[in-house]
């Protein structure tokens, strides 16, 4: 979701860079709060997948009850009415920084699943076809599972394909409303909520599903953008005695508050407490970001005249550099995050296995489920804390993949955007 982009893959990573094609316009100052609001979205994601409670305030904002959207949000946020003048351009632009990268790193994982299983002994992933490599990605995106968190990168361009062309006929119509747009949206993600209680939303049918369900957080981002934003003031105390307030009634009133946005499944409290509960937790780590930004944006740089001049010889991306310390590091790259963590923590467990095999340690380590449960976490001496070396790898181990990708690439990249700027 992004999983979320880098922009050299647009993911759920950099979005908060802009969206502008190269030379086309002025870019816009980096948004850090949304920087940070970015990086602790995908810290959610991973540590979600590892059980890791280490970010839901003691339980009190589960993670998956509002951290999928909270990306939806993102995006939605830095959508800007101006793409809507070269439609086509911009449906290239996030199929070439969404999908480009998504199917090349589809193919390697689906080369390495099946070398795991062909020689490895593990279980996991389906065979390499044309169906696993470009049709499967966007029915449930759980074709090669070491890869599998990356289900929200087709999600995303699908969504950001069908807000552009509902915007276009809305503008034609002259309804383009964003109140519209909200309480439309919302309806039908309630109504698809509904469904997946009655047991209608099933196979097939949650493609369009998780597809729907998702489509209004991402609309919630650009209303509060064009409507919110400006009236967002109120004091810190007032504001997180409301936000926290609702959220311990949401856990007093409510049965769980966690459900499953890819198989649409785990609704406890009708149709629209989801909803509730993804505007409460947005609305808590917005606030959160913002007051973290400026403790962050003491580094941030503005792109000034020396720096364009240096992405004239060597491009954006790489003069770019990551500044305002880890958090906006890491919100700069969710999209390697995204594609990789999963990865990273089945490298971990390979060196656990190994250990137990080879040595006289780890003898309560489960080969069975290593072998065929992509979800199989081994603590050593059954420590809780152990979830940080996972969550440590997740993070770190993509940072580095894609440190070295943009060395490697690099090259190239100036090359390209060299010739561009030639051509005047």
């Known amino acids: 979701m992004t999983y979320m982009s880098h922009l050299k893959t647009d993911s759920v990573s950099k979005q908060h860079r802009d969206s502008s094609a190269a030379g086309e316009r002025p870019k816009s100052p980096y948004n850090v709060a949304f920087g940070i609001l970015s990086a602790l979205a995908i810290l959610m994601i991973v540590a979600g997948h590892l059980g890791y409670d280490i970010l839901t305030v003691g339980g009190l904002f589960p993670y998956y009850s509002f951290h999928v959207p909270l990306f939806m949000f993102i995006s939605g946020y830095f959508y800007r009415d101006e793409e809507e003048c070269h439609p086509l351009a911009y449906l290239k632009k996030k199929a070439k920084r969404l999908l480009l990268p998504y199917f090349i790193w589809n193919v390697v994982y689906g080369i390495l699943a099946a070398a795991l299983r062909a020689f490895g002994g593990f279980s996991m992933g389906e065979a390499v076809s044309l169906k696993t490599l470009f049709v499967s990605p966007f029915l449930n995106g759980y074709q090669f599972i070491l890869n599998y968190a990356a289900w929200f990168v087709p999600v995303l361009f699908i969504v950001e394909g069908m807000n552009l062309c509902m915007r276009l006929l809305l503008r034609r119509l002259h309804m383009n409303s964003e109140w519209l747009i909200l309480i439309g949206t919302l309806a039908v993600g309630i109504l698809v909520v509904q469904f997946a209680i009655e047991g209608r939303v099933w196979g097939l049918y949650k493609t369009p599903g998780r597809i729907l369900l998702l489509y209004p957080c991402f609309q919630m981002g650009q209303f509060y953008k064009k409507k919110l934003e400006s009236r967002d003031s109120l004091g810190n105390v007032p504001y997180f005695a409301v936000v926290l307030g609702v959220q311990v009634l949401l856990h007093l009133c409510c049965n769980g508050l966690a459900y499953s946005s890819v198989w649409c499944t785990g609704f406890a409290n009708g149709p629209v407490i989801p909803y509730v509960t993804v505007v409460s937790g947005i609305a808590f780590w917005l606030r959160v970001s913002k007051i973290l930004a400026p403790l962050c944006e003491g580094g941030q740089r503005d792109i000034s005249?020396?720096?364009?001049?240096?992405?004239?010889?060597?491009?954006?991306?790489?003069?770019?550099?990551?500044?305002?310390?880890?958090?906006?590091?890491?919100?700069?790259?969710?999209?390697?995050?995204?594609?990789?963590?999963?990865?990273?923590?089945?490298?971990?467990?390979?060196?656990?296995?190994?250990?137990?095999?080879?040595?006289?340690?780890?003898?309560?380590?489960?080969?069975?489920?290593?072998?065929?449960?992509?979800?199989?976490?081994?603590?050593?001496?059954?420590?809780?804390?152990?979830?940080?070396?996972?969550?440590?790898?997740?993070?770190?181990?993509?940072?580095?993949?894609?440190?070295?990708?943009?060395?490697?690439?690099?090259?190239?990249?100036?090359?390209?955007?060299?010739?561009?700027?030639?051509?005047?």
Not at 385 to 403: C, E, I
Request: net charge positive; hydrophobic share 50%; proline share 3%.
């Open 305 to 424: 005249a020396a720096q364009s001049d240096v992405e004239k010889r060597i491009g954006p991306a790489a003069a770019q550099n990551p500044a305002g310390g880890f958090l906006l590091h890491l919100g700069r790259n969710t999209y390697a995050v995204m594609m990789h963590h999963v990865m990273a923590f089945m490298l971990v467990k390979m060196v656990l296995a190994g250990t137990a095999a080879y040595t006289g340690y780890l003898v309560d380590f489960d080969f069975v489920r290593f072998y065929a449960d992509i979800d199989y976490y081994y603590l050593v001496k059954g420590s809780e804390a152990f979830r940080m070396v996972y969550l440590a790898a997740g993070v770190g181990l993509p940072l580095l993949l894609q440190k070295g990708q943009d060395i490697l690439l690099r090259p190239v990249r100036g090359r390209l955007q060299g010739g561009r700027f030639g051509r005047g």
